[in-house]
């Protein structure tokens, strides 16, 4: 009965406080990336500098600072490359726009220009500098989120210390806190595993068949793979449709349909609920379940975070000796590890001390 309220209670806050902790949430999540990319970077680093921590730092900004500007010239690569190629993408959907009207038979003849002829050109300002506004703003609450984050982690430490109170209890925060900073990395391992077994058998697949940025769609390929559901249909629907406006053939687009979308099946719907399952013993249906949640509460953000706080929720019930079961419910075997460590120490309960004293008299 407890469990219930508290879940009830639980999704009563997440709805109602929903504005505030969704852009934290999203913050937590870009600096468990960048954590674990940072800590990816420094691992490349010799032992012997690895540990100083000016050296860690730089490492780690230098590498993610190389990063996001690789993201940026392809993007802007891309950009140039489509506006050269314009011309040659409009003539292509004008082409398509006569078939399809000679297919229905109609006499009238509509080009791609008379479609954006009849666009409220103002109106559709408008919306877009709302929505522009809008994702600039949250844009700018998550940065602030993400740099606030980074800030109080230093002082993590110090405020275990003396949260614990004593040495043991500290040994055991410890314990539960890298366990559960370990399986995390774990989600986001198997995920950026997963990007890649999609976005590079994408890459090959364009390249050969001769798609203009093929090394673009494979980069946004690998970034829409960390969405669920809708990220594999943007996957597959993007790569279709950029053949089709550059070739205006059914082979090209057949192939690269085919391909790309079996690669994206079996990668969002076999390779990760496999891998989950077997590195964090996390049951298949649960995960499943789990994203649906997230999203039906939160959206894509819900959707992104949801295994990850599956991921924490059972390591946590693990070393609770009154939640085990639901730790074991959660698994894909049944088995987790013994309890070694808890994170409570869980007293007896007041009427079993009475019950025992007075079958016990001195």
């Given at each position: 009965?407890?469990?219930a309220?508290?879940i009830?209670?639980t ?61 940026a ?7 140039a490359?489509?506006?050269e ?32 002829r ?5 109106q ?7 929505s ?6 949250a ?36 314990r ?7 399986a ?28 203009d940025a ?74 499943l ?20 706080v ?13 939640l085990?079961w ?35 008299p001195?």
């Amino acid at each position: 009965m407890r469990i219930a309220v508290l879940i009830a209670a639980t999704i009563w806050i997440l709805e109602t406080a929903e504005s505030v902790l969704r852009p934290l949430a999203t913050g937590l999540l870009v600096w468990l990336v960048l954590s674990a990319t940072s800590a990816t970077l420094v691992r490349l680093v010799p032992r012997r500098w690895r540990h100083r921590r000016t050296t860690a730092r730089a490492v780690s900004v230098i590498g993610i600072t190389l990063i996001v500007g690789l993201i940026a010239i392809l993007l802007v690569e891309a950009v140039a490359n489509f506006r050269e190629n314009l011309p040659v993408y409009q003539s292509n959907v004008d082409t398509l726009l006569a078939g399809v009207q000679n297919y229905v038979g109609s006499n009238e003849h509509v080009r791609l220009v008379d479609l954006f002829r009849e666009i409220d050109l103002r109106q559709l300002l408008i919306n877009l500098a709302g929505s522009t506004a809008a994702y600039t703003s949250a844009f700018f609450i998550v940065f602030l989120y993400v740099m606030f984050i980074f800030v109080e982690a230093q002082s993590f430490e110090g405020k275990l210390v003396a949260l614990s109170g004593d040495r043991d209890r500290e040994r055991r925060f410890r314990r539960v806190a890298l366990e559960i900073k370990d399986a995390v990395d774990e989600v986001l391992s198997v995920q950026v595993l997963v990007g890649l077994v999609q976005a590079v058998p994408t890459f090959i697949v364009m390249w050969l068949v001769g798609v203009d940025a093929a090394i673009f769609w494979a980069v946004l390929v690998f970034f829409f793979s960390f969405i669920p559901t809708i990220g594999s249909i943007f996957g597959i629907l993007l790569p279709t449709l950029m053949t089709l406006l550059q070739f205006l053939s059914l082979w090209p687009v057949v192939i690269v349909l085919t391909c790309v979308g079996i690669v994206q099946v079996l990668g969002t719907n076999v390779l990760m609920p496999h891998l989950m399952s077997r590195s964090l013993n996390l049951s298949s249906l649960v995960v499943l379940l789990a994203v649906f949640a997230g999203g039906a509460l939160w959206g894509i953000v819900g959707a992104l975070i949801a295994v990850p706080v599956l991921t924490i929720a059972i390591i946590v019930c693990s070393k609770v000796p009154s939640l085990r079961w639901v730790a074991v419910l959660f698994s894909a075997n049944g088995q987790i590890p013994p309890l070694d460590v808890t994170i409570f120490e869980e007293k007896p309960d007041h009427d079993e001390d009475e019950a025992g004293a007075a079958a016990h008299p001195a």
